[in-house]
Nanobody, 125 residues
Framework: VQLQASGGGLVQAGGSLRLSCAAS????????MGWFRQAPGKDREFVSA????????YYGDAVKGRFTTSRDNAKNTVYLQMNSLKPEDTAVYYC???????????????????WGQGTQVTVSS
């Protein structure tokens, strides 16, 4: 699967953004999809993931209660709705697909592949 994230931009603290990740390839609808982010000088951080049906999702502690991930398999797209944004959410956001042999529920970036080109999110204070 090939992935392309979009929807980033500049937003004030407390605002919202919705990121999209468009996928190509027949394996998308059966793949667990994840979102990660990476701020300058920091390691890549797990944000969220969603299972193939969209009925189960899980989140990193830093974004729980503020971010929601969803997917539309008919459109080959996964979304990340980000609310109550904070300056510390500033990062490049990436989408990725869980490797077939990895456990659903993992937050390790090494368990994900097919990394798409990221999209920059900047939150001003």
């Amino acid at each position: 699967v090939q992935l392309q994230a979009s929807g980033g931009g500049l937003v004030q603290a407390g605002g919202s953004l919705r990121l999209s990740c468009a996928a190509s390839g027949r394996s998308f609808s059966s793949s667990v999809m994840g979102w990660f982010r990476q701020a300058p000088g920091k390691d890549r951080e797990f944000v969220s993931a969603i299972n193939w049906s969209g009925r189960r999702s899980y989140y990193g502690d830093a974004v729980k209660g503020r971010f929601t991930t969803s997917r539309d398999n008919a459109k080959n797209t996964v979304y990340l709705q980000m609310n109550s944004l904070k300056p510390e959410d500033t990062a490049v956001y990436y989408c990725a697909a869980l490797n077939p042999l990895a456990r659903c529920g993992t937050q390790r970036s090494s368990d994900f592949g097919s990394w798409g080109q990221g999209t920059q999110v900047t939150v001003s204070s």
